[in-house]
């Protein structure tokens, strides 16, 4: 069975070879924000349980390269959450691991040099992955505290000590 890829096609703008793709987000960012029912977050979101199971992926297009970063952020979200008590603290976690120092393709640290191409304009890139990791972060955090107890959501938390394609975002030793 192969893996899940993005339903999603059409895009405007890219920055190195991913594209830049509309949110359904209220966060600032090079994104434009739209209003519909499922964008790539969504799309990640809902496929990661699949995919993150995987150890290859076989990329067939610039949205897949974004499908691919937000599956590995979803697992760094949920490595973060396994240690939160109550939805308020996992939100300023999420939040401080979104805006915390990050690389991005072309640099050493980053995981995956391999599928992504170093950016012509990294500062476009590092807006537009911020606003990512920020968006999929409050997401993340609505689907595991979507619970009437108030603690983390077990099936989601499971899926922490998952890693998509072998890889992770944090390096070792990192505070993730």
Not at 102 to 130: C, I, T
Not at 142 to 158: A, C, L, Y
Request: net charge neutral; hydrophobic share 35%; aromatic share 12%.
């Amino acid at each position: 069975m192969p893996a899940y890829h993005s339903e999603i096609e059409e895009f405007q703008r890219k920055v190195g070879n991913m594209a830049i793709l509309p949110l359904r987000t209220k966060v600032r960012g090079p994104a434009p924000s739209i209003n519909t029912d499922n964008d790539i977050i969504d799309e990640s979101l809902y496929y990661f349980k699949a995919n993150v199971f995987f150890r290859t992926y076989e990329v067939k297009s610039e949205v897949d390269r974004v499908l691919i970063y937000i599956t590995l952020y979803i697992t760094e979200c949920l490595k973060r959450l396994e240690r939160c008590t109550s939805r308020e603290q996992g939100q300023q976690d999420l939040f401080a691991m979104a805006i915390a120092k990050f690389d991005l393709p072309g640099d050493a640290g980053f995981p995956l040099n391999s599928v992504y191409s170093k950016p012509e304009n990294p500062d476009l890139m590092r807006e537009y992955l911020l606003q990512l990791r920020q968006e999929t972060g409050n997401r993340v955090l609505e689907k595991v505290f979507d619970t009437t107890d108030g603690k983390p959501n077990k099936w989601w938390i499971s899926f922490a000590r998952r890693k998509f394609m072998e890889q992770s975002l944090s390096g070792p030793g990192d505070r993730f």
